[in-house]
């Protein structure tokens, strides 16, 4: 019998060819196994286990055609075929749509009801899929999923590869990699499920399910990929069902599932893979030797009974001669200037992948796609940020220019103010807190004045804007480490709230307190624990607990007590902010049983994405102000401080194209008038950007491309936007307004490159 | 043979051989599990605060079911003398096992779930247990948890369905894992201080196991 294994990478993630191979010698000592490799760079080709090796050149090479008349010959004069690589299986699968009685690889069919990551046939399994998203939505929208999902956010490539991405900026550059290396922009984003890993192997024949192991990992390697594990028999309401499906795919072959378990016991299926894992082995140690009795399966010849030997296996490092036949070839020269040799892939995978995508595109779908934005889609832009630039004249506005957006600020201010409202009660009064920082523009400050909200300073400086602008001292609060400055500048009538940002800042404000501080609430600001940050009181150790809970003890009687907390939500994702919330107020109510004082005014923020503060389910905020009332009874006041969701959908960006230059396979590279010294959160967050109409003035929204827009500064880094598409007809001269810069770009923008 | 009715085997013969041998756990059968003291005064009260605040900060928006592994990042296990106090226990760079489980078990209350102190017996090896010996000798703190081959250890069983426990070891950060094929570092005997009445008088489920409360168990 001879039985041909591909796969045999054996590096840090290694293909499953070499632990088949030695499954198999022990099920069936005397047949003949011949490796299958498209490179003599794969140590695996080395395992004296093989009997023979049949080296293909890599798949960049290799004339397909030619090469599937020589695999079909193989496979008709009787060989079996196992596949170790899930690209080859879906290239075998695609010769033999029919099947091939050798062919020990699951049909065409099959392998579309395992895409991933929607894995549609796993309908029955008693697993969930984790949440994703493909990322060809526009990045608004890939941002949002992203805060909606805490940052704990993978991107996967179409077959291999995932990068955690905890920011916006590794996001990107994890896209930019992914998308050159496999040749498309059909990447998926999924959200991290946390738990212990653990999968199913499986094998089948003609769709009759010949055996199946659990295995869950009990020691890893750096990128997650089993170095140990345990194996034990498939739950049987695990297996049932699975049973049914192997039926329903007529699956043929070795697989796998993959599955984290949550803390609540929950399995999540990640994916599902058309071959042996790499694992294999180690299931035959444990008596479960699956590419035996897949062999048996399909040749009828009967294998040596696996013994097992031990419930618990893991790999070792060993080093074995090098065959004569096959020298090693030399590194290859690392780039000039460039440190390691890159050698990822020596068999051309990715090449294959191209052209499986080229000659079969359904391959790339991201079936079971929830409902969004089209792909390459525009992202959705408010009206009224359409209503509000439409009243500029932009064919005379000088560049690059911030646009101020009157009636959608207008309206945020106003819908917030409205809320507040609602959401206060007889007991607790909920109010708005504008934070000057984030823009401090007359005409926000102003609406924010108008709305009810009261002025959150982190500066004197910021304290006498405030008032300038009409706000009253007691409409003032002052927090942040740097209060106190300049000199000079504190009002003298009282102020709403004073909040201390370290002890020493505690000792201070006692002391002021004696003599020139006036405020109605004198309160600490808490450091988050397990958020990182420089901003508070610190919390991480008792002693450091301790010297809080006796520097309260210290501050006046005079003045009510309160709390504040901030952390920018769009940071830390929105589920965490609230997790944080409900941290902070178990803090609070430590610090009143230790302290005896009691808390009266609750300030927490901040930092908002937008459309996560304007789009929140009204009752979680109503659901908060429950709970505040219910562990901290005292509190009379909350003062919920939004930051940027105010301010950053209140102003545009304008700018012009000064040059379109045109380069290789559609990448094209805009020079525009504006730069990152306007738009210094472009690493940070998307923004929507609108194209006028040269002919129409239409405002047109821009989806993902092929073009960088360049800043107009001498600065490496100065690309504004990337992978966006110019609509048809764009040229020089034409504005471009970036939406969504009313926030920290606008605060945060500097003069550079003017002269 | 299929593991599974190899572990039967093996199971039988253990359950022949313990009949006749003493039991590991013998030297602790009538041995308390551990408890923080607390002062009475605001030292203790602080201390406790902190924990279980900081143990709900930890959790991250995690599953409430989820270990609490700082504990274990906060304070490394070593020899620490008793009786101790909450003041004292978590002001110490090092904790032994027992101060380890209590916090574990104080946490997982503050967080609402049902947790019952667990003793452990473990195997390792003479030349383990004598450095252990050597290491809380040099710090004068007792070795009663030490005999030959075998360790005394504490942990946490948390109760994850009706009858259902997890058992989670805060001075390893790690849960233990139910099926225990025996060798170096490996469970002998487990004791659960739960209501008689759990299981419906069946006993705990722990994996396939069913564990009577407030007994030793062999494993």
């Known amino acids: 019998m001879k039985i041909y294994i591909s796969g045999l990478y054996c590096g840090g993630n290694p293909q499953p060819g070499v632990g088949i191979a030695r499954s198999l010698r022990e099920g069936y000592p005397e047949a003949t196994l011949i490796g299958v490799e498209y490179s003599n760079r794969v140590s695996g080709i080395h395992w004296q286990g093989l009997d023979d090796l049949w080296i293909q050149r890599p798949w960049n090479e290799l004339d397909l055609e030619s090469y599937a008349g020589k695999v079909r010959r193989v496979l008709d004069e009787g060989g079996l075929w196992i596949s170790g690589s899930d690209l080859e299986a879906m290239w075998l699968a695609s010769l033999f749509p029919g099947g091939h009685a050798g062919l020990l690889a699951p049909p065409p069919d099959a392998l579309k009801r395992i895409a991933k990551p929607a894995v549609p046939a796993h309908a029955g399994l008693p697993v969930r899929i984790p949440t994703y998203v493909a990322t060809d939505l526009p990045d608004w929208d890939l941002h949002a999923f992203c805060r909606a999902n805490d940052w704990r956010v993978w991107l996967k490539g179409p077959y291999y590869d995932a990068a955690r991405t905890p920011t916006w900026d590794s996001f990107v550059a994890a896209r930019n990699a992914l998308t050159k290396v496999w040749s498309t922009e059909r990447l998926f984003l999924q959200a991290h499920v946390s738990g212990y890993e653990e999968s199913v192997m499986l094998c089948a024949y003609r769709g009759e399910l010949l055996g199946c192991v659990s295995m869950r990992k009990r020691d890893i390697t750096p990128e997650g990929k089993t170095w140990a594990g345990d194996v034990s028999p498939v739950d049987p309401a695990f297996e049932a069902p699975l049973r049914r499906i192997v039926r329903e795919l007529n699956w043929t072959g070795g697989g796998e599932l993959e599955m984290v378990r949550d803390p609540g016991g929950q399995l999540w299926l990640l994916e599902v893979n058309p071959r042996f894992p790499a694992w294999v082995h180690g299931a035959t140690i444990g008596g479960y030797n699956l590419p035996a009795l897949l062999v048996q399966g399909a040749s009828g010849a009967r294998a040596v009974k696996a013994e097992a030997r031990a419930a618990e296996f893991t790999r070792v490092v060993l080093e074995v001669p090098v065959r004569d036949d096959y020298p090693l070839p030399p590194l290859p020269e690392p780039f000039a200037g460039a440190v390691g040799h890159s050698m990822k892939h020596p068999s051309g995978l990715t090449s294959l992948a191209q052209r499986l995508h080229k000659s079969n595109p359904e391959l790339l779908e991201i079936v079971g796609e929830p409902a969004g934005p089209a792909a390459g889609g525009k992202p959705a832009v408010p009206d009224t940020f359409i209503a509000d630039i439409a009243a500029y004249d932009l064919e005379t506005v000088q560049t690059p220019r911030f646009l101020y957006l009157e009636s959608t600020a207008s309206g945020l201010f106003k819908r917030a103010a409205e809320r507040s409202r609602r959401l206060g009660t007889d007991e607790v009064q909920v109010v708005s807190g504008y934070s000057i920082k984030t823009n401090p523009d007359e005409r926000l400050i102003r609406l924010a004045l108008e709305n009810g909200f009261y002025a959150e300073c982190i500066s004197l400086l910021e304290a006498q804007k405030a008032l300038q602008i009409g706000f009253r001292p007691d409409q003032v609060i002052l927090n942040g480490p740097a209060k106190w400055w300049p000199e000079g500048l504190m009002p003298k009538e009282r102020l709403h709230a004073v909040f201390c940002d370290s002890v020493a800042d505690l000792d201070r404000c006692v002391a002021m307190a004696a003599g020139d501080l006036a405020s109605r609430h004198v309160g600490i600001r808490l450091r988050t624990p397990n958020v990182v940050s420089r901003f508070g009181i610190p919390l991480d150790s008792p002693q450091t607990f301790s010297k809080l809970v006796e520097a309260v003890g210290r501050l006046p009687d005079e003045a009510a007590f309160g709390v504040h907390f901030h952390m920018a939500s769009s940071n830390i994702g929105v589920a965490q902010w609230w997790h944080l919330f409900e941290s902070m107020l178990k803090w609070c109510r430590s610090i009143e049983r230790l302290t005896g004082r009691t808390i009266e005014i609750l300030d927490m923020g901040g930092g908002w994405f937008p459309d996560d503060w304007h789009a929140e389910d009204e009752s979680r905020f109503s659901r908060a102000v429950e709970t505040v009332k219910a562990l901290l009874p005292a509190v009379r006041q909350i003062v919920s401080e939004p930051g940027k969701a105010m301010a950053q959908p209140s102003m545009a960006l304008a700018m012009r194209i000064l040059e379109i230059q045109e380069h290789e396979e559609d990448h094209v590279e805009a020079v525009v008038d504006g730069s990152i010294a306007e738009l210094p959160m472009y690493a940070f967050q998307p923004h929507r950007i609108l194209r006028q109409c040269g002919e129409t003035g239409a405002l047109q929204p821009l989806g993902r491309g092929k073009t960088h827009l360049m800043g107009r500064l001498c600065m490496e880094h100065d690309i504004v936007a990337s992978n966006v598409a110019l609509p048809e007809g764009t040229r020089a001269g034409d504005v471009l307004i970036f939406c969504d810069a009313g926030g920290y770009d606008r605060s945060m923008s500097y003069v550079f490159g003017r002269g | ?219």
């Open chain 2, 1 to 219: 043979m299929y593991l599974a009715e190899a572990d039967k085997e093996i199971g039988a013969v253990a359950q022949d051989k313990a009949a006749a041998k003493p039991r590991p756990s013998d030297r602790w059968q009538d041995f308390p599990y551990s408890i923080l003291s607390h002062h009475g005064r605001a030292c203790c009260e602080v201390a406790r605060e902190w924990v279980l605040a900081m143990d709900f900060a930890q959790l991250n928006g995690a599953d409430r079911l989820s270990g609490p592994r700082w504990l274990r990042q906060k304070y490394e296990w070593g020899p620490s003398p008793w009786p101790m106090h909450w003041c004292e226990a978590v002001t110490r760079k090092t904790i032994d096992c027992g101060a380890h489980a209590a916090l574990a078990h104080a946490a997982f209350g503050a967080r609402g779930l049902t947790a019952y102190p667990t003793q452990l017996v473990q195997v390792y090896s003479e030349d383990a247990t004598e450095q252990w010996r050597g290491k809380w000798a040099r710090d004068d703190v007792s070795c009663h948890w030490l005999d030959g081959a075998h360790i005394y250890h504490e942990a946490t069983a948390l109760l994850v369905g009706d009858d259902e426990v997890k058992i989670w070891d805060a001075s390893a950060g790690s849960w233990i894992p139910p099926r225990q094929a025996g060798g170096y570092g490996s469970l002998a005997a487990i004791r659960i201080f739960a209501p008689e009445s759990s299981g419906g008088g069946d006993g705990l489920r722990w994996g396939e196991r069913r564990l009577k409360p407030n007994l030793w168990n062999q494993i």
